[in-house]
């Protein structure tokens, strides 16, 4: 079996089909000086793909193709590009301001031996969530140190994966070209979880960049 790190922190067991290669990925929550500190796509031991970074927009540039952000989230800064792709990307997009806390998951990449980020997706965040990630960050890396061990026993990793993995199938068996709506995705999984356990695995996925919302309580696979 292969584990994953939760967005809480820790990790959780793959039980995805084969063919569901995207719910296997890891997205990697990471400080902007982790980013910088990345060799050969690679960091503490692990591959650097997916990436989930909270920060400040500390400067932002717009052209015609899209927006180039300058991140500052205390430990440093990184660039980001953000190439919108639909209406949905495009609000994001406008939405972003300098001097505002914004989460961002995207891909890493280098260009000319320096670091930088390639948005699929961003959203409003606020100093609880960068206070939530940072420290989440420090924990990811003293796992994969060997300085703590991962809390992959308890119960409610076991039960929130098995709710994510019920929410994320669903959704990609039925989205439409407007998603779900959430009173739906209750609605169909009302008789194995209840509500808040269903509206908490929600809202994970989105944090993880599997899920996001689209608008009016619509949301579609990543």
Known sequence: MNS????????TTNHSQPERSAVKKSVRRLTARQIAEVSNSSLDGQDVSAVRLVAVVAS???????VSLR?????????????????????????????????????????????????????????????????????????????????????????SGAVDDAILKLVRENESSQGIHIDTIVAMLGSEYDTVEIKEGVERLCKNCHLYHVENGNYRSG
């Open 71 to 159: 991140l500052f989230d205390t430990t440093g800064e990184i660039q980001c590009n953000f190439w919108p792709n639909g209406a949905h990307d495009e609000a994001a997009m406008n939405s972003i301001e300098e001097n505002e806390l914004v989460s961002i998951c995207g891909t890493y990449r280098t260009f000319n031996e320096r670091a930088s980020v390639i948005v699929t997706s961003v959203s409003k965040a606020d100093g609880s969530e960068l206070i939530y990630h940072l420290t989440g960050c420090l924990y990811e890396k003293q796992v994969l140190l060997n300085k703590i061990a991962p809390e992959t026993g308890s119960r409610k990793t076991r039960k």
């Open 60 to 66: 932002r540039k717009q052209s015609n193709t899209g």
């Open 4 to 11: 994953t790190f939760l967005e809480e922190g820790g990790f």
